[in-house]
């Protein structure tokens, strides 16, 4: 199973751009990397979900290098209501086999 | 509203009194999944399910039982809760499997405190 490391915490104000790298050395080939974000007391929502290079959507973008041994969750211009964990997710979904890992989430802090 | 709903969403019990937790989804998804949310450990999965009477174990499957008899239900079982089953439950589902994963719903989880 992909293992996967994110930073524990990450500081930021409102309107810059913030970069969540998760590592995941051993990722397998027929692997995607997922991001959620979640916020107390609610279940995690779904960012963004890529396999390689780049993936943008209207919220954020997801940088995978040639490698694939880690990926960047890139959030431009953070507002306070940004402020939540956010968790990378790597694996596969087929059918009779799952080897989804969550990372342990970055708990990012947006201040005015 | 597409949505996967769990219950109860608190519930405080005693040492080995049965107790299930009930997942519905509304989304005709064929995968469901039960995680466990634990300060410092991020999500573990538990078990998983790929479709109707197919459930499969995932990270830390010990202690619990789960059934998918209805492609909508995935209850969560505990024969007989321990305190270290105290914790935070999240049930998942997403369309399905092929080749690309699909991106997972949660529920907003169920509060589980076992004294």
């Known amino acids: 199973l992909a293992k996967t490391t994110q930073p524990i915490s990450m500081d930021s104000y409102e309107g810059q751009e913030v970069n969540i790298t998760c590592s995941h050395n051993?990722?397998?080939?027929?692997?995607?990397i997922t991001w959620y974000q979640q916020f107390p007391s609610q279940g995690p929502r779904f960012i963004i979900q890529?396999?390689?290079t780049k993936v943008t959507n209207e919220v954020a973008s997801l940088f995978i290098p040639a490698d694939r041994k880690s990926s960047t969750l890139s959030l431009p211009r953070v507002s306070l209501s940004d402020t939540a964990v956010y968790y990378c997710?790597?694996?596969?979904?087929?059918?009779?086999?799952?080897?989804?890992?969550f990372g342990k989430g970055t708990m990012l802090l947006v201040s005015p | 509203e597409a949505q996967v709903t769990q219950n109860p969403r608190y519930l405080i019990t005693v040492t080995g009194k049965k107790l299930t937790v009930t997942c519905s989804q509304n989304?005709?998804?064929?995968?469901m999944s039960w995680y466990r949310q634990d300060p410092g450990l991020g999500l573990r999965q538990i078990y998983y399910?790929?479709?109707?009477?197919?459930?499969d174990k995932g990270d830390v499957p010990e202690g619990y039982k789960v059934s998918r008899k209805e492609k909508r239900n995935f209850p969560l079982i505990l024969e007989s809760p321990s305190p270290n089953q105290t914790s935070l439950y999240f049930c998942?589902?997403?369309?399905?499997?092929?080749?690309?994963?699909?991106?997972?719903?949660f529920g907003d989880g169920t509060r589980l405190s076992i004294l």
């Open positions: 998942a589902s997403s369309t399905g499997t092929g080749t690309i994963n699909q991106p997972q719903h």
């Open positions: 051993n990722i397998a080939t027929n692997d995607y």
């Open positions: 890529g396999y390689k």
């Open positions: 997710l790597v694996g596969t979904l087929r059918v009779g086999y799952s080897t989804l890992t």
């Open positions: 989304m005709n998804h064929e995968y």
């Open positions: 399910s790929m479709n109707v009477e197919v459930t």
